[in-house]
């Protein structure tokens, strides 16, 4: 019999995205680049650390003296010798800072003035030496956690900046946030110019990830601002997987000289359709970025490195995480909670296999069936790429698209009346095996042990309670039942065509073909009566995605 075509088209929406993950950072320092290091690092250390320490040290005594009885603590902005002290003096012990720690930076472009432009939106945001910007641009206000403000020295320095700041145990934090950043953005500059990293985490530079609203709510003019690091060894790259703080810090301050790129695009005016929607105007903006940094963009946000640990906790590979949240999320209209006890699943499931990914053995193993016709379609519907094994992405697509949008509560009716033959409102364990065993074309399967999974009261009868709450818990079995009939009927299609269509001879060859309708007339007659056009067109589970 020839394969059924899946009436399932893949969207290019859904596709895989170019760059799998721009989290992660490998350690590539060669043993003779180590050595280097260290012998470097023997003079460089020592004298660098002592500079960057008095330079601290005198920023420190410049930023107390600039808020020494300022008013509002943050609320109020600096005027006149305060702000003009911070954006001189700062900004030159700033640079000197750089300097000491053997930074060569080289700017590209005009700095937009604040009637210009009161945002800079910063990309890629790499490393926490991208606080470089602030020199150039005459030292902007920042968006800060507020629990940076009380660290000694550099919160005092921080704090002259004036940040945004955030608080994580504020439940509104975000939307105050957003509202703070709007409000001075349209203060007309009674505050100073603000510098936003819209990506809202660090990357490995390989991509622009998703942009965060905060920057474009305002719907003011925006420069973006782009930073480059071309450096044959890499010790500035700080991700979630890599080199930690310390030693980025360590290796850097080793080596003779550290190239940076800050590169100032034109001032990018919103549209009225733009001010409209900030989604519009953030994609636009990273698009522009994009082109001019010769990079793809992809739709990973900060949630996605959430998935990310909790993946490398669970076992599992920390890429095996990565769903690309943002496009996941809003097309499938999923929260971050829900997918993240998805991901227990599919690492209980994958939890055997290497590589965090699913095969056809594991599959078969988590539903307690043997592999079979019915279970193989199913398992191609979820593999989306065909390479013959299911990642955790996938997975999410396919509960979302093919087996909760099955599981309603038509068709776990359907199915209960299926395997309730003699119609007592019960399913016995010999009713329930033998549906399955001829579903599946294995007449002598043991389906024990997933009958009691699902008879929860223990009685040896399952009730329709209890078929639906383990219908509920368990969505892949009701794709698996829709897919069970859809085969059916093709199956029923194509012997009828080859009865009306094939030769003599052919219709009375001995070839044996198992079909689902061969062995159980009371699945056809009690669930897809024969003879009906709705046989021939019942996808209603489906849709595309």
């Known amino acids: 019999m020839a394969q059924r075509v899946l009436p399932l088209p893949r969207q290019q929406s859904f596709c895989p995205p170019t760059v799998p993950n721009p989290f992660v950072h490998p350690r590539r320092l060669s043993a003779g680049d180590k050595l280097l290091t260290v012998l470097q690092g023997i003079i460089l250390l020592p004298l660098r650390a002592v500079c960057m320490a008095f330079l601290l040290l005198l920023a420190w005594l410049f930023a107390s003296i600039a808020t020494f009885r300022h008013p509002g603590k943050g609320s109020v902005p600096l005027k006149g010798w305060r702000r003009r002290m911070i954006q001189t003096t700062l900004s030159c012990l700033t640079r000197t800072l750089f300097f000491v720690m053997g930074f060569q930076v080289k700017v590209k472009g005009k700095v937009a003035s604040l009637r210009e432009a009161p945002i800079f939106v910063a990309a890629p945001h790499s490393s926490f030496f991208d606080a470089i910007i602030c020199a150039p641009t005459g030292m902007p206000s920042i968006v800060s ?315 040896g009868k399952l009730s329709y309670d209890e078929f639906k709450d383990f219908a509920l818990k368990h969505p892949e079995y009701a794709k698996l039942f829709t897919t069970y009939l859809e085969l059916q009927r093709y199956q029923l299609d194509m012997s009828e065509e080859e009865d009306d269509f094939q030769p003599s001879e052919v219709k009375h060859s001995p070839v044996r073909k198992t079909t689902v309708s061969e062995t159980t007339p009371i699945a056809r007659n009690k669930v897809c009566p024969e003879g009906t056009e709705e046989d021939h067109s019942s996808n209603s589970d489906k849709k595309d995605d």
Not at 253 to 265: G, N, P, Y
Not at 331 to 354: C, G, M, P
């Open 145 to 459: 956690r507020a629990e940076n403000l009380s660290t000694p020295i550099f919160g005092t320095i921080l704090s002259s900046l004036q940040p945004v700041s955030v608080s994580r145990q504020d439940p509104d934090s975000r939307k105050n946030t957003v509202t703070e950043i709007t409000k001075r953005a349209l203060s007309r500059g009674q505050w100073p110019q603000i510098l936003i990293f819209p990506e809202g985490t660090c990357t490995n530079r390989s991509c622009l990830i998703t942009f965060k609203q905060g920057a474009f709510v305002p719907r003011v003019p925006v420069q973006p601002v782009l930073l480059r690091y071309p450096n044959r060894l890499d010790t500035v790259t700080w991700t979630w997987q890599g080199y930690s703080l310390k030693e980025l810090c360590v290796m850097t301050l080793c080596q003779l000289f550290t190239r940076v790129e800050v590169e100032f695009l034109p001032v990018h005016v919103p549209t009225e359709e733009e001010k409209n929607d900030p989604i519009l105007f953030a994609n636009r903006v990273r698009q522009t970025m994009a082109i001019a940094l010769n990079v793809p963009v992809t739709d990973h946000t900060f949630e996605d490195c959430r998935l990310m640990i909790s993946a490398g906790q669970l076992t599992l590979p920390m890429e095996a995480g990565l769903v690309e949240f943002t496009k996941i999320s809003k097309k499938l209209n999923l929260k971050w909670n829900h997918v993240r006890e998805q991901l227990d699943t599919f690492a209980a499931i994958a939890s055997a296999s290497k590589g965090g990914r699913i095969g056809i053995e594991e599959f078969a193993e988590y539903l307690k069936l043997p592999i079979s016709d019915v279970l193989k379609e199913l398992f191609l519907l979820f593999d989306r790429n065909g390479d013959g094994t299911i990642d955790f992405r996938e997975y999410v697509i396919g509960l979302s698209i093919l087996c909760n949008p099955a599981n309603t509560e038509e068709t776990i009716r359907m199915a209960f009346k299926l395997f309730d033959m003699d119609e007592d409102g019960t399913i016995t364990a010999d009713e329930f095996a033998s549906i399955i065993q001829s579903a599946l074309g294995v007449p002598d399967l043991d389906v024990s042990m997933l009958f009691k999974e699902i008879d929860a009261d223990e009685t």
